[in-house]
């Protein structure tokens, strides 16, 4: 009975890996060209008539882990962090509405044939985040991952998810005259997503800049087309480093890959937040538990959101406060982000 129950699970995955690429290939085809219920962008007619006086000084393009059921719904323990940036980056807008595991930008709980299932397991999934069903949504969401690091039907997915992101940022203001920076900030599968679509949005006269909290990252095409990528990583993070073994072209064997090229060429750089785990305590949302020796007394998340206001300060993207305090004379100038972390490829 053991080995039924494993050979059907075996077979139930393997028709489920194989069935993962469909939905975006079923886009390609011109089955389903409707954004889900937050695609929609207004006429650029409409967006020409706004200035610069208008629009934020920046964009960040929040793409969720594999966690996520829709735009607007992720696991808990995100949204407090969130909160937080926002706080910390009053002139950046923040956008959440994009679902990077579906190319429509459709939620599992939106338009599809089983969104009363997902929304089921949703209400199961706040009642007890540990629950068993909750898998499903992870299992579903990795698969569109390892969609969009395939060579084959990557460019597909990620080209339907940069579409997406930009009707998003279209919605919320962005004026691609204005040339204003883009900054996709993705978290576990949401990195290796977010440097797919990355291929795509480097057609738009901004910089394009990624942010990677634990990501499971490919040797993707896309890094080449990038501004810069930082990829932030905890040493207790088993996921995030398996896109350095999965995949051949993040090999040192491989100097020629999209990777290796954007290391030599010093595109990417890698920091050590340090004891961070994936999930649960520890994990780089953690709001509560704090930093075992810190001097600041920060927390997890905190210490999250500090580095990448580090990151965009020294991009000029932002003004640190601590640096114009500490800019008054007889006080020390605010420690650089090479000064607080150890950073492999550090270009800064």
């Given amino acids: 009975m053991i080995t039924y129950l494993f050979i059907g699970i075996f077979l139930l995955f393997f028709m489920t890996a194989a069935l993962a690429p469909l939905e975006s290939l079923g886009w390609w085809a011109g089955w ?7 695609g929609g962008a207004p006429p650029l007619e409409m967006e020409s008539e706004k200035t610069d006086a208008d629009e934020p000084d920046f964009y960040v393009i929040y793409l969720s882990g594999i966690g996520a059921i829709s735009g607007d719904s992720f696991p808990e323990e995100e949204y407090p962090f969130l909160r937080g940036l926002e706080e910390r980056l009053p002139t950046a807008k923040i956008i959440t509405d994009v679902y990077p595991y579906s190319v429509t930008n459709n939620g599992l709980t939106g338009q599809r044939f089983f969104a009363n299932i997902w929304k089921q397991i949703e209400k199961m999934r706040f009642k007890n985040p540990n629950s068993v069903l909750s898998l499903l949504v992870n299992l579903r969401n990795a698969l569109q991952m390892f969609v969009s690091a395939d060579r084959r039907y990557g460019p597909i997915y990620n080209l339907g998810i940069a579409n997406e992101i930009y009707r998003v940022l279209l919605a919320h203001g962005y004026r691609p005259e204005g040339k204003r920076p883009i900054v996709l900030l993705g978290w576990s599968g949401g990195g290796q997503i977010a440097i797919g679509a990355a291929s795509y949005l480097a057609a738009l006269p901004s910089p394009i800049y990624v942010i990677s909290l634990g990501g499971m990252l490919s040797d993707d095409p896309g890094l080449e087309k ?12 088993p996921l995030q480093a398996l896109g350095g073994v999965l995949y051949a072209g993040r090999w040192p064997l491989t100097p020629d890959s999209p990777w290796n090229s954007a290391m030599a060429n010093g595109l990417i750089d890698i920091i050590c937040l340090g004891y961070y785990t994936h999930n649960g ?56 982000l090479t000064d607080e972390f150890s950073i492999q490829g ?3």
């Fill in 32 to 38: 389903s060209r409707e954004a889900g219920k937050k």
């Fill in 226 to 237: 990038l501004t810069h990528l930082w990829h932030l990583y905890g040493v207790a993070d």
């Fill in 281 to 336: 305590k520890g994990n780089y949302f953690d709001m509560e538990t704090k930093l075992p020796n810190d001097a600041r007394g920060r927390s997890h998340g905190e210490k999250t959101i500090d580095t990448i206001e580090h990151i965009l300060a020294d991009q000029k993207l932002i003004v640190r406060v601590d640096n114009a305090a500490n800019s008054a004379p007889g006080r020390e100038a605010a420690p650089r």
């Fill in 346 to 348: 550090a270009t800064s």
